[in-house]
């Protein structure tokens, strides 16, 4: 059965100067929509948002006009006439926001019909849709981004509205901008962080040590092909583990950006670069930093540039990362693909990603300072520096849970044990 394509996407534009433009486009139409081309340029990157950013916004605005879409709603027409959504609109917004864009649009129609003969009450409808199971619920944080960037919209609308409209309108505007703002900022999933057993955590020593058995670029058993495949796969594997850099950053690395003197690695930002062919650029997310290589890692990367320099178009540019076969720079698409015979073939690693790898550095991170005697209060300006994060930023504990937990753990086995052999003495 074919998935059903949504009536809108995010198409990006590529610029002559390099910018990245995404702009949400009407399948049927085939044409722009104007008014969240006017947010995302006027607002968006009015504010240095990065085009990843953008178009993440926009992928959420596709939920907002879906449900204009299924209920025959105009927005200019709505406002004109003093009304933006309905209270029952505003629940099925807040409904497939939280579910994924497949299982929206596996229902062909809208959620909550607005024939008032079929549905009493709005308490009917959500009891509707409590009853009703969707294949695949998001993260709450994901519905939260979603609602977030929708609310941020509609505001933006309703103040253009307002400008627009003549003065004898403009209070009822506000007001109806003000209830509509307060309906889905309260409807909008609340992320408390209580939830800390599923947490993700990193690699654990064993699995780690079957990672780095299996990338073993000796070993007859690889599911990586090509000689080139093998060594620039293995080189992602052990870059990502052992500096903690993101997918991004490290597809935008260049061989400038490696020192040979210093035994030094450059992760730099580079948004909107005029020389990256890739039309989806990898961002750095975050700041700018120098990180060491050890001798063995210098000498994988030079390895790999040897192998690097037989590959046609390879030479065209100096990205570190290329295609097997065509030379250009590794895309994001190519590089989670390289990810899929390892959790495929490996039951330990089905849920292996990038990210997750990020996770075990910092982890690997925090034993070595615990080893050699480096007082816990002086790490976070460690991790930050070597995440990339701001001076203040409280990002570095999301990455510490597994050994924060393993140190708690074994200071209250220590303390039981304590209190065990006090209460044999006192017997």
Same mark, same amino acid.
């Given at each position: 059965? =074919? +998935?059903?394509?949504?009536?809108?996407?995010?198409?990006?534009?590529?610029?002559?100067?390099?910018?990245?433009?995404?702009?949400?486009? =009407?399948?049927?139409?085939?044409?722009?929509?104007?008014?969240?081309?006017?947010?995302?340029?006027?607002?968006?990157?009015?504010?240095q948002?990065?085009?990843?950013?953008?178009?993440?916004?926009?992928?959420?605005?596709?939920?907002?006009?879906?449900?204009?879409?299924?209920?025959?709603?105009?927005?200019?027409?709505?406002?004109?006439?003093?009304?933006?959504?309905?209270?029952?609109?505003?629940?099925?917004?807040?409904?497939? =926001?939280?579910?994924?864009?497949? !299982?929206?649009?596996?229902?062909?129609?809208?959620?909550?019909t607005?024939?008032?003969?079929?549905?009493?009450?709005?308490?009917?409808?959500?009891?509707a849709?409590?009853?009703?199971?969707?294949?695949? &619920? %998001?993260?709450?944080?994901?519905? !939260?981004?979603?609602?977030?960037?929708?609310?941020?919209?509609?505001?933006?609308?309703?103040?253009?509205?307002?400008?627009?409209?003549?003065?004898?309108?403009?209070?009822?505007?506000?007001i109806?901008?003000?209830?509509?703002?307060? !309906?889905?900022?309260?409807?909008?999933?609340?992320?408390?962080?209580?939830?800390?057993?599923?947490?993700?955590l990193?690699?654990?020593?064993?699995?780690?040590? +079957?990672l780095?058995?299996?990338? &073993?670029?000796?070993?007859?058993?690889?599911?990586?092909? *090509?000689?080139?495949?093998?060594?620039?796969?293995?080189?992602?594997?052990?870059?990502?583990?052992?500096?903690?850099?993101?997918?991004?950053?490290?597809?935008? %690395?260049?061989?400038?950006?490696?020192?040979?003197?210093?035994?030094?690695?450059?992760?730099?930002?580079?948004?909107?670069?005029?020389?990256?062919?890739?039309?989806?650029?990898?961002?750095?997310?975050?700041?700018d930093?120098?990180?060491?290589?050890? +001798?063995?890692?210098?000498? +994988?990367?030079?390895n790999?540039?040897?192998t690097?320099r037989?590959?046609?178009?390879?030479?065209?540019h100096?990205?570190?990362?290329?295609?097997?076969?065509?030379?250009?720079?590794?895309?994001?698409?190519?590089?989670?693909?390289?990810?899929?015979?390892?959790?495929?073939?490996?039951?330990?690693?089905q849920?292996?990603t990038?990210?997750?790898?990020?996770?075990?550095?910092?982890e690997?991170l925090?034993?070595?300072?615990?080893?050699?005697?480096?007082?816990?209060?002086?790490?976070d300006?460690?991790?930050?520096?070597?995440?990339?994060?701001?001076?203040?930023?409280?990002?570095?504990?999301?990455?510490?849970?597994?050994? !924060?937990?393993?140190?708690?753990?074994?200071?209250?086995?220590?303390?039981?044990?304590?209190?065990?052999?006090?209460? *044999?003495?006192?017997?």
């Amino acid at each position: 059965m =074919c +998935q059903q394509q949504s009536p809108y996407f995010v198409h990006m534009v590529l610029t002559v100067d390099g910018e990245r433009l995404p702009i949400l486009m =009407c399948r049927e139409m085939g044409v722009p929509i104007f008014e969240p081309i006017v947010w995302s340029i006027s607002e968006l990157r009015g504010r240095q948002l990065a085009s990843n950013t953008i178009q993440q916004a926009l992928r959420s605005l596709i939920f907002l006009y879906i449900v204009l879409y299924r209920n025959k709603i105009n927005l200019k027409q709505r406002l004109e006439e003093g009304q933006l959504l309905n209270p029952w609109e505003i629940e099925e917004l807040v409904y497939i =926001c939280k579910s994924t864009l497949a !299982a929206t649009l596996a229902s062909p129609t809208n959620l909550i019909t607005l024939n008032p003969k079929k549905i009493l009450s709005l308490e009917k409808a959500r009891m509707a849709m409590t009853r009703r199971k969707v294949a695949s &619920d %998001v993260d709450p944080s994901t519905a !939260a981004i979603r609602l977030n960037y929708i609310r941020e919209f509609l505001a933006w609308r309703v103040t253009q509205a307002i400008l627009q409209a003549p003065v004898n309108k403009r209070s009822n505007l506000i007001i109806l901008k003000e209830i509509t703002d307060l !309906a889905l900022r309260n409807k909008t999933p609340q992320v408390t962080g209580r939830n800390h057993l599923y947490q993700r955590l990193g690699l654990d020593t064993e699995t780690h040590k +079957q990672l780095l058995n299996l990338i &073993d670029i000796e070993n007859p058993e690889s599911v990586w092909v *090509s000689t080139h495949t093998k060594v620039r796969n293995v080189l992602i594997v052990r870059m990502l583990l052992e500096l903690g850099v993101r997918r991004s950053e490290l597809l935008g %690395v260049r061989i400038k950006d490696i020192s040979a003197q210093g035994h030094e690695i450059k992760i730099l930002r580079r948004p909107d670069d005029i020389h990256d062919p890739r039309l989806y650029e990898p961002n750095t997310k975050t700041r700018d930093r120098l990180l060491a290589l050890s +001798q063995d890692m210098f000498l +994988q990367i030079s390895n790999y540039l040897s192998t690097r320099r037989n590959i046609l178009g390879a030479r065209r540019h100096d990205f570190l990362l290329v295609a097997n076969g065509t030379g250009a720079p590794l895309s994001i698409s190519e590089f989670n693909r390289l990810f899929k015979p390892l959790q495929v073939t490996t039951p330990s690693l089905q849920y292996l990603t990038p990210h997750l790898l990020r996770h075990t550095f910092f982890e690997n991170l925090c034993e070595s300072l615990d080893k050699n005697g480096i007082p816990v209060e002086e790490w976070d300006p460690m991790l930050r520096r070597l995440g990339g994060w701001s001076d203040t930023s409280t990002t570095p504990s999301r990455y510490t849970k597994r050994y !924060a937990q393993r140190k708690a753990n074994e200071a209250m086995l220590s303390m039981q044990q304590r209190l065990k052999m006090k209460v *044999s003495h006192n017997e």
